[in-house]
């Protein structure tokens, strides 16, 4: 089994596609695999032989994702977690605080203890495409995403400066009070946040294997992602 502990920064390699996954690494240390996103997505990690751990994700349509049938979303993740080259599951937050009224909980958390008896690292998932909320909500937000998960990511929507201010001081506050998270602003006035976001403790950072194929806005190339991450350290 590999393994992911996010004792340290993880730079994943987004994918929808396993075959890609050489040209990812010579720059990342995981592949983020979105199964949602996918062609055959069991057959390709049946077949997955590549030297990457895995991040699986089958992102939920609630949540931005196409995922739309719960049963089958969990089933899929089901099997996945139990390939040996997983070393993560991301689940999204609203299902396992019951929070989210289309999710499946029980299945959400039945999931999370799977995983967990099997050696997988959980991250529990939060999404706003639409705005950037307060720095005491967006603590709140990773303080219980964290609990829910192994690691809390949140990732929001900065529209200025100040949006992107506000995921920083919440990522310092909440890794100052023990809480690992991985964080980051979507869009164009937040997307140095996905370099600097790591200098105050987030431990996950997540780029495109295909530039073309940029999974959320204000995505960097893995190139460039690991080396501002590395040259701000």
């Known amino acids: 089994m590999s393994s992911l502990d996010f004792d340290s920064f993880v730079l994943a390699a987004t994918t929808d596609n396993l075959s890609t996954e050489p040209a990812a690494r010579e720059h990342a240390d995981?592949?983020?695999?979105?199964?949602?996103?996918?062609?055959?997505?069991?057959?390709?990690?049946?077949?997955?032989?590549?030297?990457?751990?895995?991040?699986?994700?089958n992102r939920a349509d609630w949540e931005g994702g196409e995922a739309s049938d719960e049963i089958s979303r969990f089933s899929a993740l089901e099997t996945a977690i139990s390939h040996e080259a997983v070393a993560a599951v991301d689940i999204e937050c609203g299902a396992l605080d019951g929070s989210i009224e289309a999710a499946d909980t029980d299945r959400a958390r039945k999931l999370r203890e799977r995983a967990r008896n099997e050696g997988v690292s959980v991250i529990a998932s939060l999404h706003d495409f639409e705005s950037t909320p307060s720095v005491e909500t967006l603590l709140g937000q990773l303080e219980t995403a964290a609990a829910e998960g192994d690691v809390g990511k949140l990732a929001v929507t900065a529209h200025n400066r100040a949006d992107a201010l506000a995921v920083l001081t919440a990522t310092h506050r909440a890794v100052e009070a023990g809480h690992t998270v991985a964080t980051m602003a979507m869009g164009a006035a937040g997307q140095h946040t996905r370099a600097v976001a790591p200098v105050y403790g987030s431990k996950i950072g997540y780029a495109p294997v295909d530039p073309d194929g940029a999974t959320a806005p204000g995505q960097y190339t893995l190139e460039t992602l690991r080396r501002l991450v590395e040259q701000l350290q």
């Open 30 to 57: 995981a592949v983020e695999f979105r199964l949602d996103l996918a062609d055959e997505p069991l057959a390709q990690l049946e077949e997955y032989g590549g030297e990457l751990p895995l991040i699986v994700t």
